[in-house]
């Protein structure tokens, strides 16, 4: 099984905030997040991903980072071991994690 690492993920999703590969309605979401990572506002996804790892050891299925109330949030969801899913939201100018909400694997799956 091909398995991402977090740095090849970061690398990943910054390239794309950066270039601009994103579809035309989001192209400004995007030039959004590369500003204020510019401006300093928010922390590099590398960094926010190696605290989260060190804390909350998982596989990173998705990150989304989004401006809410003012405040700059990355969303990360997890897969844990033994199968549950962790949805962390964490302040992208500090990396404290503001929420985290689990949901464990339902049995008798195949």
Request: charged share 35%.
């Amino acid at each position: 099984m091909n398995r991402l690492s977090p740095t090849a993920l970061a690398a990943a999703l910054f390239l794309a905030f950066a270039t601009g590969v994103a579809p035309a309605r989001d192209g400004h979401d995007h030039d959004r997040a590369r500003q204020a990572l510019e401006a300093g506002e928010v922390l590099p996804l590398r960094t926010i991903l190696e605290r989260v790892e060190r804390e909350h050891p998982g596989q990173v299925l998705e990150v989304e980072l989004e401006r809410d109330d003012g405040r700059w949030i990355y969303e990360i969801k997890l897969l844990r071991a033994g199968g549950a899913v962790s949805k962390l939201k964490v302040d992208a100018a500090d990396g404290r994690v503001l929420e985290q909400r689990s949901r464990e694997r339902r049995g008798g799956g195949r």
